[in-house]
């Protein structure tokens, strides 16, 4: 008998990261099974291989062949859910983890509050090698105090996100144009929108590598994100000017007392 399709479906994307799969895919089996899940190999040398899914989970695997980058494997994946008509997209990166009883808070918020298109939650960022936490990501979660802070910086974490899919059909996929910083670029777009907000409660666990794109092109990450915020700039209002400055001093300061003050601020 066929499976009955659910109303959220998970989007993963992994290149050349078996492992990272297997414990991503071992902490969302823990849970209730809300949601079916998408996996996107972004062409890893080696394709990746499914481990043994429980009979109460859905599990699609598609191949990109050859490798696209980040963007592409996204938005193969949300032409994928928007096909097979879904309500909620739940983002989550190879590596990352979940907590227990994200999809159903999230999936809770969501249909008490519809005015909110995009949800994240709280993030807990830890060693890939020693699994020690770094430090954790501490959003805004009121939809009006979300707008204001995303003005001047990203403040909610992409692999914690759920987006209606509606709101997809209306404001469009990722933009190859903001490489490095598609998520918030992608996140202003919805903030005009709809409303965006976050849980209070850490619910998503992410792994934190010496090799991660954005850490190895941090100018460049800067620049795209810049460039969004050019792009949604309002000249009377404080918090764009702010996000602006922000972005410009990230350029100037050298990166090793860059991310000592943001491990600061994070764990303040």
Known sequence: MKKLQKRICYLICVYNDQQ????TLTSIFQDDPLADLLIIDDGSVSPVVLPSIPDKFDLTLERIEPNGGLIAALNRGLTYILEHDYEFIA????GDTVN?????????????NPSVGLLGTQLRAFDQNSGETLFHFNNPTEPSKVSNILKQRNCIAHPSVMMRCEVIRQTGFYGDEYKYAEDYEMWRRIENFCDVANLSK????KEISPNQITAMNRRGSSLSKLKAQIKFFEIFNMHCWLGVGRTILSLL????LLNHTKKKLNKS
């Open 20 to 23: 990272g799969l297997e414990t």
């Open 202 to 205: 850490i619910y998503v666990n």
């Open 91 to 94: 983002r989550l990166d190879a």
């Open 253 to 256: 300061i050298p990166r090793v």
């Open 100 to 112: 227990q009883g994200r999809l159903n808070a999230q999936l809770t918020y969501m249909d008490a």
